[in-house]
């Protein structure tokens, strides 16, 4: 199967993932800031330059491509697209700046017409693509297209590319009121790339000087060359990573390789880090919600990629938050840059054309995270106080200079903060901490420590903690849950004693922490924290596979990690019996680096073991290296293994780890087709 926008040879996920577990989490307000180095914080974007002449796409691009949620199945036809234009509409996305409804691969046959003509699919598209782009223009929005910079398409299909063809195509797209052209770079010959994606944009331009429709022109070559360099007067827009799956890890290493391309962006010419998974499933809301803030803050195209004939309303929620998308459109055109980013606590900042910041705070960690930094740390003034708005709550407050928080394992808070005169007018933000207890056995109590901490420059008075948790779940404070008065910095530290059920099954469960308060002019405040326990049961005694047992989280460079077969391709199951160097073996795990499976071991696993190796799944492709980690210490590693080796084995003694973590990694040669097989992987307990 080929993926749209990958090229031929592989697939390429680059970055690295977190550590930790995987938490479903919802989001903090503000902590107490560190005042950050200056030494620590990313110089300002340089000007972009002007923006191009054509006018076009002074804002990131805002729109639907059907691709992540409908492939090439037949579901993608004239029916969804037309419900997608009316969906914008009736669902306030064309009201919150949605635009483009762009088809991807598929939509044509695999051969042109005696005039060398493109020919829509008359079972998808019945009454043509110009009807289908008649309808969306009606409501008011605008229609994409696809096609690729070679013979084929990147579809294993292979329809028609327009390689050769770059004049007749772009005439007949403008004929049928095409708006936007995805153009990516499957079947390409080997021409040079640049001269490719030249011959088109000369081509839009001619077709525009005939039609007069404007086409914004989407570059879509995997930033293999590094259009970055040299598409500022090609297109409007270059991706600048290969395809996003909808897994965290994905999304992490892609945003990790957009984030240090900054400088380039600018009204008119963006960094594409590709399009949005939010609402696909793959991903916890928490992580949609990062996902949504990142891709905004890094001011990239944001093209819905799930199916919103059935989104959920969270999903909506997320997509259509104004707030956010404010940041993503604002007319200065600056993409966010890293502040800071040691141990997977992540600061980005971007500024705002009113002179504002948009601050997030990135936590790619499976643990809540305490991260910080300042107002004047992100390049705002000296002042008394500033105003601190909240994105996701969408609620006001006044700090005195600090910009933090206790931020939920995979969670981002994200926040625009100004000098604001009438700082006084909003309560003082509070942050919430929560610690301990991140793991748990049913039936055994575990303590946990909460902290409401004032950073506004204000009083917060009459403050009042709880903790919650499922029904059933015994929570019993054992110090004060109420403060008078919290001056500026001071804190209210409760512990809390937690008990889930006896009968409890493991998995995830959310405990809340919430402050009510109330400022000097006696408004009411409350902030709130949504942080996830594990309850868990260690291996039984004696020999255990691995794949017999339950992890507690699993992160994978591409599609899931499998059981008992090698990782495939990227659909669940779709793997095949775990092989390396022709030996093949029947118990397992299949991943893809870079990977990581982390187990709980309760203290009560002395030994594990197993036969690692690159699956021959592959062919002559793909290195990776296999480490194991007990809690937070490396106790057995492989060199880096290539195809071409028989498996390794590895043996490491865990005795007394609570958690143990199974990690891939890319072998140091960036990632390609990084097929990872865990063999035989076992526990002596």
Known sequence: MRHRCFRPASRRVIGALSAGLLATVGLALPAVAQPAHPAEVTPSV???????????????PMGFNNWNSTNCRAEFNEAMVKGIADIFVDKGLKDAGYQYVNLDDCWALPERDANGKLVPD????????????????????????????????????????ALGHEESDAQQFADWGIDYLKYDNCNNQGVDAKQRYRTMRDALKAATETTGRPIVYSICEWGENKPWEWAGDVGQLWRTTGDISDNWGSMLSIAKQNLPLAR???????????????????????????????WSIMAAPLLIGSDLREASAETYEILGNRDVIAVDQDPLGKQG???????????????????????????????PQHIATSATGVGLPRATAYRLRDLWSHKDYNTAGAISATVPAHGTALYRVSADTRWASYPPAAELGLDGAVLTEAGTAAQVDTAVTDLGRTPAQQVAVRLTGPDGWRIKATSPTRAASLPTGSKLATRWQVTAPTGAKPGPYDLTVSADYRSPGGDKATARLVSAVHVVVAPPSGNSYASDLPWLSALNGWGPVEKDTSVGEDQAGDGHPLTIDGTTY????????????????????????????????????????????????????????????????????????????????????????????????????
């Open 264 to 294: 380039y962006a600018g009204p008119g010419r963006w960094n594409d880090p590709d399009m949005l998974e939010v609402g696909n499933g793959g991903m916890t809301d928490t992580e949609y919600r990062s996902h949504f803030s990142l």
């Open 586 to 685: 029947a118990k397992g795990l299949g991943v893809h680096a870079p990977s990581e499976v982390t187990y709980y071991t309760g203290g009560r696993c002395s030994r594990f073991t197993a036969r690692v190796g690159v699956d021959d799944e592959q062919g002559s492709e793909g290195s990776a290296g296999f480490e194991v980690w007990a809690d937070d210490a490396r106790v057995a590693s492989s060199k880096t293994l290539t195809n071409a080796d028989p498996a390794a084995a590895l043996d490491a003694a865990i005795d007394g780890a609570k958690t143990v973590r199974l990690v891939v990694t890319d072998g140091g040669d960036g990632v390609t087709s990084d097929h990872g097989d865990w063999a035989e992987a076992a526990f002596t307990c």
């Open 337 to 367: 840059t890293v502040v800071s980013s040691e141990g997977g606590r992540w600061v980005i900042a971007k500024e705002m054309s009113d002179g504002s910041r948009a601050v997030a705070l990135f936590n790619e960690t499976g643990q």
């Open 46 to 60: 340089s000007d972009p330059g002007a923006a191009p002449g054509d006018g076009l796409a002074l804002t990131p």
């Open 122 to 161: 008359p079972d998808r598209f019945p009454n043509g693509i110009k009807a289908v782009a008649d309808y969306v223009h009606s409501k008011g929005l605008k229609i994409g297209i696809y096609t690729s910079a070679g013979t084929k398409t990147c579809n294993s299909a292979g329809f028609p590319g």
